[in-house]
């Protein structure tokens, strides 16, 4: 049973960092790519960073140069460090894997920046 699980979440003071992670469990299969999305309340869900097998990274505009994405494959795991957090990066945050026989979603962790 595939298993993602976030963590990292908070409260913190615009301009602050925060770093998110995700291990993933019971993944026996080949993994395209990791990824964050994020979801604040009133809005559809939306993509914040993927990285694939290989490194290659793609980042929503709101976020380039402020939030880096990174992973381990030997550990299946994805990381988030986000730095000069804006109060409008406040949602909940997901982590999803993209693998060969489906796509996995984590159950979200919360990130709340103050003005």
């Known amino acids: 049973q595939v298993q993602l699980v976030e963590s990292g979440g908070g409260l913190v003071q615009a301009g602050g960092s925060l770093r998110l992670s995700c291990a993933a469990s019971?993944?026996?299969?080949?993994?395209?790519?990791m990824g964050w999305y994020r979801q604040a309340p009133g809005k559809q869900r939306e993509l914040v960073a993927t990285?694939?097998?290989?490194?290659?990274?793609n980042y929503v505009d709101s976020v380039k140069g402020r939030f880096t994405i990174s992973r381990d494959n030997a550990k299946n795991m994805v990381y988030l460090q986000m730095n000069s957090l804006k109060p409008e990066d406040t949602a909940v945050y997901y982590c999803?894997?993209?693998?060969?026989?489906?796509?996995?979603w984590g159950q979200g962790t919360q990130v709340t920046v103050s003005s």
């Open positions: 990285i694939t097998t290989g490194g290659s990274t």
């Open positions: 999803k894997v993209d693998g060969v026989f489906g796509n996995y």
């Open positions: 019971g993944i026996f299969f080949r993994i395209n790519a």
